[in-house]
Nanobody, 117 residues
Framework: QVQLVESGGGLVQAGGSLRLSCAAS????????MAWFRRAPGKEREFVAH????????SYTDSVKGRFTISRDNAKNTVYLQMNSLKPEDTAVYYC??????????WGQGTQVTVSS
């Protein structure tokens, strides 16, 4: 049974930092792409960043480039999202997802990030 479990969310002041973790279990993810998405209040879910587990190649949405960094730890089967210089508009529920092809097959339950001004 595949599980993605997010942690690390919380309340932080603008300009602060948080690191989100996504612990993956239930299968081998070496051929997968892992991603972070977010859903802000009243808005649709949006892509934040992804990383190809095998190659480590990353991609980011423009609004987080230079502030967020996605990474993975093969030994721990965990994907991270380091978020620096946080802004109130980063407030959202952040979700981890995994895809073997072009379909996000697995999702975590989400972790709340709140950035106060």
């Amino acid at each position: 049974q595949v599980q993605l479990v997010e942690s690390g969310g919380g309340l932080v002041q603008a300009g602060g930092s948080l690191r989100l973790s996504c612990a993956a279990s239930g299968r081998t993810f070496s051929g997968y792409t892992m991603a972070w998405f977010r859903r802000a209040p009243g808005k649709e879910r949006e892509f934040v960043a992804h990383i190809r587990w095998g190659s480590g190649i990353t991609s980011y949405t423009d609004s987080v480039k230079g502030r967020f960094t996605i990474s993975r730890d093969n030994a721990k089967n965990t994907v991270y999202l380091q978020m620096n210089s946080l802004k109130p508009e980063d407030t959202a529920v952040y979700y981890c997802a995994a895809a073997a092809t072009n379909v996000w097959s697995y999702w975590g339950q989400g972790t709340q990030v709140t950035v106060s001004s």
